[in-house]
């Protein structure tokens, strides 16, 4: 039997390959305003903290760029219509929602992708599985900030002993350690191995369906 109830999961790298899109739209944005474009791996390195945090990283000289603001909305409005061209669940990804929901655990997602893009591909791939879908919005502050995890607990009347969190990020291992509760890091996402080891994560995963077992240990 688990201790636990209630997983929480990152979005982009963890449940998602949303990667090739946010490349596309930051592209996009960057040669509407004759700015140099970005690499597959310049962009991996970039995100994490949320798009402006993306474009920030991306745009030359970042919010000093008088241009950031415009290219920043071209973006946003961009990878709205086109966040799921090339997206998809990684392997294994929704057999391991459907078993864990099958189990009945509580599900929910925590992203520093804006709402809207967090709900709808929620509404897309997951909402099967995931009852609560949270990204960045007004007034909660992002990931590492606990807020998005604990305003997940509780519309899923979770607390912090039943909760554990899974993620493939540095920002994850931070956000677990900032609400108190475990994270899982996964080694198919945006970050290697070295880096998730050097943020501190200790507890890991190669394939979906290893966390099932690992929630019962």
Not at 58 to 72: I, M, Q, R, S
Not at 173 to 178: I, K, Y
Request: charged residues 25%.
């Amino acid at each position: 039997m688990s201790k636990y109830t209630t997983v929480i999961f990152d979005l982009d790298g963890t449940l998602l390959n949303t990667l090739e899109d946010l490349k596309n739209s930051v592209n996009y944005a960057l040669r509407t305003h004759h700015m140099p474009e970005r690499t597959l791996e310049e962009v991996r390195r970039f995100v994490g903290n949320g798009v402006e945090r993306l474009m920030e990283l991306a745009v030359p000289e970042g919010k000093a760029n008088p241009d950031f603001h415009d290219t920043y909305a071209d973006f946003k409005a961009h990878y709205l219509i086109h966040c799921n061209d090339t997206t998809g669940p990684y392997p294994h990804i929704m057999d391991l929602l459907k078993t864990l929901k099958e189990q009945n655990y509580k599900l929910a997602i925590v992203s520093n992708k804006y709402i809207n893009a967090t709900q709808e591909l929620n509404r897309m791939y997951f909402s099967s599985y995931v009852d609560v879908a949270i990204g960045e919005k007004t007034g909660i502050r992002k990931k590492p900030a606990p807020d998005t995890v604990l305003e997940a607990m509780r519309e899923l009347g979770s607390d912090r002993q039943e909760c554990i969190y899974v993620g493939d990020s540095d920002v994850d291992v931070a956000t677990a350690r900032n609400t108190g509760i475990p994270c899982i890091s996964v080694s198919w996402g945006f970050r290697t191995h070295e880096e998730l080891l050097a943020s501190g994560a200790t507890l890991f995963v190669k394939d979906p369906m290893e966390i099932p077992e690992l929630l019962k240990q």
